[in-house]
């Protein structure tokens, strides 16, 4: 195995803990239940829904990354992309109201930089090395 593809399967490792611990937090009853708050005003009929769904994506990605199949790991990495690109309005909600939120509500700025690193990540740690099949 060569070195970067230890760096990518290390990396996977990690987002998988990641999205693991994200995605079990989903299931916590205190923890879901900021979640539900930070839901976007015209998605919140739908909330306790959407953080449970949220929560299965998540630990699904996890175990996506963790798969043998190259094939699989690049298609959850795309789909964990479109799935940081979705949640990420909720974060907006939480920045916007501190005092509600706490520390969940982290600055906007600097939370809009942290999931584009995570964008980030997890685009490394899929992306087909040179001359890599994916199948």
Do not use: K, S
Not at 112 to 119: E, G, T
């Amino acid at each position: 195995m060569d070195p970067l593809a230890i760096v990518q399967l290390v990396l996977r490792i990690a987002l998988a803990v990641v999205f693991a611990v994200m995605g079990v937090l989903h299931f916590v009853p205190g923890v879901a239940r900021g979640m539900r708050a930070m839901v976007p005003a015209r998605l919140r009929p739908a909330r306790a829904f959407l953080v449970a769904a949220t929560g299965v994506c998540e630990l699904a990605g996890a175990a996506g990354l963790l798969t043998p199949w190259p094939l699989l790991q690049f298609v959850t990495g795309i789909a964990l992309v479109v799935f940081l690109i979705a949640v990420f309005p909720a974060n907006a909600v939480a920045a916007a109201d501190p005092a509600r939120f706490g520390r969940t509500a982290a600055p906007y700025v600097p939370r809009m930089l942290a999931q584009l690193a995570l964008v980030a990540l997890v685009v490394a740690a899929v992306a087909p090395l040179t001359g890599a099949a994916l199948l």
